[in-house]
Each structure stands twice: as C-alpha cells, then as structure tokens.
C-alpha cells in the first residue's frame, strides 16, 4: 500500500481545494449568467407587452413619472421609443451574450424572436424608405448660403 507522507498529504489537499474552488467557481459564473438571461428576458417581455398594449405602456412610466422615478424629458423619450425594437434588442441579448449555457431563457428567447423578426424587419424597412424620402427631398438653403 502506498504510504504518503506529510508533504504528499499537504499536495494532495492543496490539489483538492484547487479542484473544489474551481467547481464551485464555475457553478457561480453558471448561475450569474442564467440569472442575467433571465433578467434580459423579462425586460423583453416587458417591451413586447408594450408592443402589443400601448396603454399597459402608458400606464407604467405614468406611474414611474408620479413616483418621480423617471423626469418629464425621460417620460416623453420613453413614450417615443419603439417597443418592437427594445424587444428585440432584449432577446437578440440574452441569445448572444448569455449562451452557454443553453438555459431556459435563452430557448425562450430564440422562440420570441422567431416570432417577432418578421415584424421587426417589416419596421426596419419602413425607417429606411422614411430616411431614404427624406434624404431624397431638396434641401431648403438659408438665404444666408446663397450669398
């Protein structure tokens, strides 16, 4: 039988500890970066429930702006701002910065956009025929270039 002495003892645990710190260490990286998917995809929920329900939307930042959590220029942006594309922003998130692991939420995330990019790209088309007119219309010079 193999005898071990003290100094092969103190290597053998040292080994271990390193072993275990390593486990435990990846098991916390796992679960900071599920509970992130996790929180990005609720924030995707939020805007598509935004989407589909502009008064669910106008409802929430009314009662932010009361509780003065958010000020009247923010409320105002916040009121603009396109859901379709905090939505999709959000999911896009969860399937590009918190794979591996495959958890949960970023299936569910795949799974909305799936159902959401037709109607994303239908909206990214109609900015790019909104930017493309307005660029294709005559500029209106001041009459101060003109001289």
Do not use: C, H
């Not at 598509?48 to 105002?76: A, G, M, T, W």
């Not at 795949?110 to 790209?121: D, G």
């Amino acid at each position: 039988m193999l005898q071990l002495n003290e100094k092969n003892k103190n290597t053998l645990i040292s080994i271990g500890l390193i072993i275990l710190t390593l486990i435990i260490a990846y098991f916390m990286a796992r679960f900071e970066v599920i509970k992130r998917a996790k929180r990005e995809y609720l924030e995707g929920e939020k805007f598509l429930s935004f989407y589909k329900n502009p008064d669910l939307k106008k409802q929430y930042y009314d009662e932010k702006l009361r509780k003065k959590e958010i000020s009247e220029p923010e409320y105002e942006m916040l009121m603009e701002d396109n859901d379709l594309k905090n939505a999709y922003v959000q999911y896009e998130t969860v399937v590009d910065l918190f794979t591996p692991p495959e958890s949960k939420w970023v299936k569910l995330s795949r799974q909305r956009l799936n159902e959401i990019t037709p109607l994303y790209n239908e909206w990214v088309s109609k900015l790019k025929a909104e930017i493309e007119s307005a660029s294709a219309e005559p500029k209106k010079t001041s009459p101060a270039a003109k001289k």
